[in-house]
């Protein structure tokens, strides 16, 4: 397997556009998680969803930021309008059954995120 | 609250050397340990996977002690090479149905 795929790798904007950031996770895998990293905070959970439907989204920081998983292949995380302060490596995770905390979890390669 | 830290914060090493990398957590309940790899613009890697009973595992050169009762774990890089040279990522996990609970990282440097 090509293990979890994202896309863009890196995005660069300029503030108040709208991002699309894009994930693929391991095909057979029913659970989605997306992920944001910094410096300051490390990695944090944003939205995780079981056989496509959103479980827990309260890491979401704001009404600026969607996520929608259409099928069992495909999951996006959208931005807008987007800020500075925004700028991130968003990271999507997925994972096989055994619930949240018992699947070992497989990360993609990161969207490097830079609003100007 | 459910927090993870981990020390140091970086560390430095010449490549042979060993190191020992620490992470406290004061998780409750606690249902497993994770420790995870992530190299310089990648995504993070798993490396062990503890859960209540077991206090070691081991993953080439890298073993992981677990000690339940005192909430620590560490990571112990044998022979370090220059590719151990990433960020290495504690995380624990409460009993199912909770978020998993990440470090900040220790960030390691093996220099030849």
């Known amino acids: 397997d090509a293990g979890v795929i994202q896309s863009p790798r890196h995005e660069v904007t300029e503030m108040g556009q709208e991002v699309t950031l894009r994930c693929k996770p391991i095909?057979?895998?029913?659970?989605l998680f997306w992920y944001r990293q910094t410096m300051m905070r490390g990695l944090e959970l944003l939205i995780y969803?079981?056989?496509?439907?959103?479980?827990?989204d309260s890491g979401m920081p704001e009404d600026r930021f969607s996520a929608k998983m259409p099928n069992a292949s495909f999951s996006t995380l959208k931005i807008q309008p987007s800020e500075p302060r925004d700028s991130a490596v968003y990271f999507c995770?997925?994972?096989?059954?055994?619930?949240?905390?018992?699947?070992?979890?497989?990360f993609g390669e990161g969207s490097r995120l830079t609003v100007l | 609250k459910n927090q993870v830290e981990q020390s140091p914060q970086s560390l430095i090493i010449l490549e042979g050397k060993n190191c020992t990398l620490q992470?406290?957590?004061?998780?409750?309940?606690?249902?497993?340990l994770r420790w995870y790899k992530q190299d310089t613009g990648r995504g993070p890697v798993s490396l062990t996977i503890?859960?209540?009973?077991?206090n070691t595992k081991s993953n080439g050169r890298y073993t992981a002690t677990l000690d339940a009762d005192t909430k620590q774990s560490s990571l112990h890089i044998t022979a370090s090479q220059l590719s151990d040279s990433a960020s290495y990522i504690c995380?624990?996990?409460?009993?199912?149905?909770?978020?998993?609970?990440f470090g900040k990282g220790t960030t390691l440097s093996v220099s030849s």
């Open positions: 995380v624990v996990s409460a009993q199912a149905g909770t978020a998993l609970i």
């Open positions: 969803f079981n056989n496509n439907v959103p479980i827990d």
């Open positions: 992470c406290n957590y004061t998780v409750s309940p606690f249902s497993n």
């Open positions: 095909s057979g895998h029913d659970y």
């Open positions: 995770a997925s994972s096989l059954g055994g619930g949240l905390n018992t699947g070992e979890l497989f």
């Open positions: 503890m859960t209540f009973s077991e």
